[in-house]
């Protein structure tokens, strides 16, 4: 795998860049395809949708920031990143998860990019390696099941066969730009929030949002498609 993969999260507000790529990942995606017997044809059968993404991987957090396998900037304590995760867990929290992959030449391939819960985390401690901390995850995937409310009109004046084209759609509520929100970029975005250099021009670009930074100074606030990079907010039109 080399140097060529980037392993991110979103966690408690902050985005996290694993320090130590993993040997191998393993991404599944399992579905929930239901089988019958029939009389007289046997076995059948019968598709369903996909069930949830789930992917995993083990590394080690490094208790030295001169470990020559550490790859980017941002190196932490072994507990940092340790407690960071198990915070995420005890709060239930919703983390956006990114593989950035690159390939021989350095150009992006594709990203994957998915709102999920952690859902296994295991630690060891190995004897003579004072300071590492092992570490097995597991990100499980989380869909919205937020309901929505019909409300039902009341017409005493008609019919049966009226009354059920009385159904109402539920409005349809403001989409706001958010982390994990699907949306249409168009324009240049850059390497950094505070445009320092551009690493590409959007042409209705569907992606999503993977992280805001609240603070007026940064002129570019909003990152997208993972670590794609970081654009206005103005040049974004929120689809979901």
């Known amino acids: 795998m080399g140097n ?33 017997d029939i009389l007289d ?8 949708l996909p069930s949830l993404m789930e992917v ?38 919703i983390c956006d998860l990114v593989i950035s992959r690159y390939n021989a030449g350095g150009s992006r391939m594709y990203d994957t990019n998915i709102s999920a819960v952690i859902a296994d ?23 919205n099941y937020t309901p929505i409310k019909i409300p ?8 049966s066969s009226s009354t059920s084209e009385n159904l109402q759609r ?4 403001a989409l706001e730009l958010r982390v994990g929100a699907a949306v249409i970029a168009n324009g240049t975005y850059y390497s950094s929030s505070y445009g320092d250099k551009p690493t590409g021009t959007a042409n209705n ?9 609240p603070d007026a100074s940064r002129p570019y606030p909003i990152l997208i498609g993972g670590s794609r990079g970081w654009i206005k907010a103005d040049q974004l039109q929120v689809t979901g």
């Open 4 to 36: 060529r993969y980037k392993f991110f999260a979103d966690i408690g507000g902050d985005t996290i860049e694993f320090p130590v790529n993993p040997k191998e990942y393993t991404i599944s995606y399992p579905a929930d395809h239901k089988t019958y």
């Open 121 to 143: 985390f295991e630690t060891t401690e190995k004897g003579g390696e004072a300071g590492d901390v092992y570490y097995k995850i597991k990100f499980k995937e989380y869909r």
């Open 170 to 173: 539920a409005e349809s509520p």
């Open 56 to 93: 995993s991987w083990d590394s080690y957090f490094p208790g030295n920031s001169d470990d020559p396998l550490i790859y980017g900037h941002d190196w932490m304590e072994p507990g940092d990143y340790v407690e960071a995760i198990k915070d995420a867990m005890d709060n239930q929290e």
């Open 152 to 159: 039902l009109q009341n017409n005493n004046n008609t019919d």
């Open 41 to 48: 044809i046997g076995e059948i059968i019968v598709p369903r």
């Open 205 to 213: 670009l569907s992606t999503v949002v993977s992280r805001i930074i």
